[in-house]
């Protein structure tokens, strides 16, 4: 049979065997179940095959001798009228048994398939997520899961169905009359070559339709997305142009494929009625002549005629079935090792041991360690001889001779040292690429460091586990995320155990207090689609603020100001000040007016720094940073 229309051309499993049993490990907890569906589909198949059956001894037993009576007892004819009529409503009633169960099982497993892909994926290391598309990982959750949910609660069921009804089926003609089941399976010989023959064709053009439909949507998303620059460039003539081509080439691949595809119907469905005439002519002439003779396995009744007739009608249907179900199946088998694909990767390594702990200091200088949170934190440091120490996390970092690159053959930071006192504000700056983001990932461990050491308070941050790193920074990214929720519920997700007052207290910190108070609901105001319903400014504030309620001893500002005009920036510097007091800040900056007050700031080109010093200093030395500050060079 031909793709169906508008269909994916069938994708194959790497390793079918394989797959299939990891999936069934997520149906072993349902094996019993399982069972019963197997029972349940071989009784409703079984129930089919069997009615069929019962049109012989209705005619032959009880229809042919009251022919011509003059008395006629129907009690015979109507028990066993009876007795088909509950053979089928058995078979009714497994079907929907069956189906109705598959359907929770599926369920049920899906929604661990997914939760364990969540779980996983929250696991796996930052470097997986930049190597891919956002798409091609949803389409995991989306596409790979549907393929799944068809193949578990529809596709194996009707393949075992089918499977069951062809055996018996055949079974039953075979009793019925051995020559016409010869006539029965070379028709279908030759029907399967005639599909073979159209189908072939028609799935080569289906290909290229297929190809020729994603060219189509794909230019007509870049246009939807593009609107605006075609009409100020007043580019239509020429869009509509380039639609018309690739339109032109989807209409001939679709007629094409269609062609065959409309003429395989007809053609099929032909060959049916002449392969079901051919049997009832062959057949009725078996039967009139096994009235007049014994003919030996060419003997056929008129009961086994008829039944046999049936069998012939509902006999080709299952195998197609068989056929469609199982290219189902594969295409389910390819998606669930995308699935498994995702669950094998390696998740983020971890052998850090150092933990950051709430901590008070005595009166003699001494940190213990505490449950309720103080504002002081103190790194836990076990070591080897089973004794403890705790170091006050002041924010001291420091880069030794680091050398980074994501791919590597290709370098981005080039024996980079620099240092951080407590308290201190640093800045990068530097054109895209020069490695300012790189420098601030391998400090929250983003990606470790292949040569060189980085120290927090004088620990490597290698010994100092992930999370507990992460939590004692903070940072506001210039692609600012937000989450369907509250404005409240969006600030608290830098500190979920904060008070109500804490995340307004923040927000007054960032200076987004002002403009809260004038959305609809305020801080009740629901937040979604990543915050549409407010500016890129405003959404850069709650992300300020989210990381001023967080609290941190060190604070990552990446282009943080970026979306902000600069009035607004004016409001918020002091708060931002009140901000980095007594807190590392690290800050990558195109706006050089927002790096003025560094106390050291750091020029990078090509993963190495070139210039390092205060804004004074680097003023007066009129090299690189002066270039750009003055506007002799525009900082890309």
């Not at 023959?197 to 053009?205: A, H, N, P, Q, R």
């Not at 990068?428 to 990932?441: L, R, Y």
Request: one cysteine or more; a neutral charge; glycine letters at 6%.
């Amino acid at each position: 049979m031909p793709p169906a229309r508008g269909t994916m051309p069938m994708k194959k499993p790497k390793n079918a065997k394989k797959t299939f049993a990891r999936i069934m490990s997520y149906l072993s907890e349902y094996r019993w179940m399982l069972i019963l569906v197997c029972i349940l589909v071989a009784l409703s198949s079984g129930a089919a095959v069997a009615g069929t059956y019962f049109l012989k001894p209705i005619i032959d037993d009880f229809i042919a001798p009251m022919i011509g009576s003059q008395n006629p007892d129907f009690t015979g004819l109507l028990r066993i009228i009876i007795m088909l009529a509950a053979i089928y409503a058995m078979g009714a009633i497994c079907t929907y048994a069956y189906n109705r169960i598959m359907v929770n099982i599926a369920a049920d497993s899906l929604y661990k398939m997914r939760m364990d892909m969540f779980t996983h994926m929250q696991k796996l290391p930052i470097r997986y997520f930049d190597t891919r598309t956002h798409g091609e990982i949803m389409s995991r959750y989306t596409n790979d899961i549907d393929t799944m949910r068809n193949m578990m609660s529809q596709s194996i069921p009707q393949l075992v169905s089918s499977t069951i009804t062809v055996v018996g089926v055949f079974v039953m003609m075979m009793i019925l009359s051995i020559p016409l089941t010869v006539l029965v399976v070379v028709m279908l010989f030759i029907i399967s070559w005639v599909i073979k023959v159209v189908g072939s064709k028609s799935s080569v053009f289906y290909r290229n339709q297929q190809k020729a439909i994603g060219a189509v949507n794909g230019y007509i998303e870049e246009m939807i997305d593009g609107q605006r620059v075609v009409k100020v460039f007043c580019h239509e003539e020429e869009s509509k142009k380039n639609f018309d081509k690739i339109n032109s080439e989807l209409c001939e691949a679709s007629t094409k494929a269609n062609t065959f595809a409309n003429i395989l119907m007809p053609i099929m469905n032909n060959l049916s009625y002449i392969h079901y005439a051919l049997t009832a002519i062959v057949g009725a002439v078996l039967t009139i002549y096994s009235g007049q003779r014994e003919m030996g396995i060419f003997t056929l009744g008129l009961g086994a005629l008829v039944s046999f007739l049936q069998y012939t009608r509902s006999f080709a249907q299952p195998i197609t079935q068989v056929s469609q179900q199982f290219n189902v199946i594969l295409n389910a088998l390819a998606g669930a090792e995308r699935i498994f694909a995702l669950l094998d990767e390696e998740p983020e390594v971890d052998d850090g041991y150092v933990t950051l702990v709430n901590a008070e200091i005595d009166s003699d200088g001494n940190i213990k360690e505490t449950d309720k949170h103080t504002g002081v934190w103190a790194w836990k440091h076990p070591h080897s001889d089973g004794s403890l120490t705790y170091t006050q996390v002041r924010g001291a970092v420091e880069f030794e001779n680091v050398e980074f690159g994501y791919k590597p053959n290709k370098t981005v930071l080039k024996g980079i040292s620099l240092y951080a006192e407590p308290g201190q504000k640093i800045a990068f700056v530097g054109s895209t690429g020069a490695g300012k983001t790189t420098i601030t990932n391998l400090i929250n461990r983003f990606y470790d460091v292949p040569d060189g050491k980085i120290r927090y308070d004088g620990i490597n941050i290698n010994k100092i586990k992930k999370d507990d790193l992460r939590r004692s920074l903070s940072m506001v990214l210039q692609d600012t995320h937000l989450f369907t929720g509250t404005v409240m519920d969006n600030i608290r997700y830098g500190r979920l155990d904060a008070t109500d007052q804490e995340v307004i207290d923040a927000a007054k910190l960032a200076n987004a207090d002002w403009f809260i108070r004038h959305l609809p609901e305020g801080y009740d105001t629901l937040i979604t689609g990543d915050g549409s319903n407010l500016s890129q400014g405003q959404r850069q504030l709650l992300a300020i603020a989210r990381a001023a309620v967080a609290d941190p001893p060190v604070l990552i500002l990446d282009e943080a100001t970026s979306s902000i005009d600069t009035r607004t920036e004016s409001l918020i510097e002091k708060g931002m000040d009140r901000l980095m007091e007594g807190r590392t800040v690290f800050v990558i900056a195109h706006r050089l007016s927002t790096v003025r007050n560094s106390h050291a700031i750091m020029v990078l080109e090509n993963g190495e720094i070139i210039e390092r010093g205060s804004h004074d200093k680097l003023i007066a030395e009129h090299g690189r940073y002066y270039q750009l500050y003055t506007g002799m060079f525009e900082l890309s």
